[in-house]
Every structure is written in C-alpha cells, then in structure tokens.
C-alpha cells in the first residue's frame, strides 16, 4: 500500500519561499514518478512538477526556474523547492505517484498518469 504525506505548507509574503516534503512509505522504489499538483479554489488540479525513475525532471511553464523538484537519497522522500512565489501560487498541494508507468508515457503532468495521492498541504501567498 502506498502512503504519500505531504508537509511544509504554510502561508509566506511574495517573493519568500517554501519547502514542501512527501513522505511516501510502501514500494517506493517501485514508483516509476512523482510529482507535485496543486490545486486552486474553484479551478481544477494542474500539474506542477515531476521526476521520474531516471531523475529526469518536468515542470509546468508557469513555474519552471522558480520550482525545483528532488528527491531524497534514499528515494523515499519527495521535496520540492519554491522561490519567488506569486499570490497565483496560493493552492492546496498534492504529492502523487505513479507505479503503473502511464505517467512516463504521455501523461508526465496529468493527473491520469497518477495513481496514489497525499491528502494536501496548503501554500498561502499574500501580496
């Protein structure tokens, strides 16, 4: 059974920044990704950035060169860095998991290519 867990949210000024973290327990060495989504009021879940089995690392437009996703040495912890936020990123943000591979065929910033999700942190940024 996989369990993500998520934390660092918080509520920050713009311009600060934040570290989230995804614990994720249960065949972590079987995820072929994970990612971070966000979500906004009344808008519906995007992708934010992702890593695969590879290290390789995938980022939404609107934050590529603010965000930075990484993972922990032993592959199990999820983190991803953000500098420079903008009131636009206030949302709740998930940690997702893919042990199924359709995230790695198409689907890298989807939530079809995710099978297991965190329950959220939320990310406040005030002007």
């Known amino acids: 059974q996989v369990r993500l867990a998520e934390s660092g949210g918080g509520s920050v000024q713009a311009g600060e920044s934040l570290r989230l973290s995804c614990a994720a327990s249960g065949y972590p060495h079987s995820m072929q990704a994970l990612a971070w989504f966000r979500q906004a009021p009344g808008k519906p879940r995007e992708g934010v950035a992702s890593?695969?089995?590879?290290?390789?690392?995938y980022y939404a437009k609107s934050v590529r060169g603010r965000f930075t996703i990484s993972r922990g040495d032993a592959k199990n912890t999820l983190y991803l860095q953000m500098d420079s936020l903008d009131p636009d990123d206030t949302a709740v943000y998930y940690c997702?998991?893919?042990?199924?591979?359709?995230?790695?065929?198409?689907?890298?910033?989807?939530?079809?290519?995710?099978?297991?999700w965190g329950q959220g942190t939320q990310v406040t940024v005030s002007s």
């Open positions: 997702a998991a893919d042990i199924q591979g359709i995230a790695v065929k198409g689907h890298i910033l989807s939530t079809v290519g995710y099978q297991h």
């Open positions: 890593i695969d089995i590879n290290d390789r690392t």
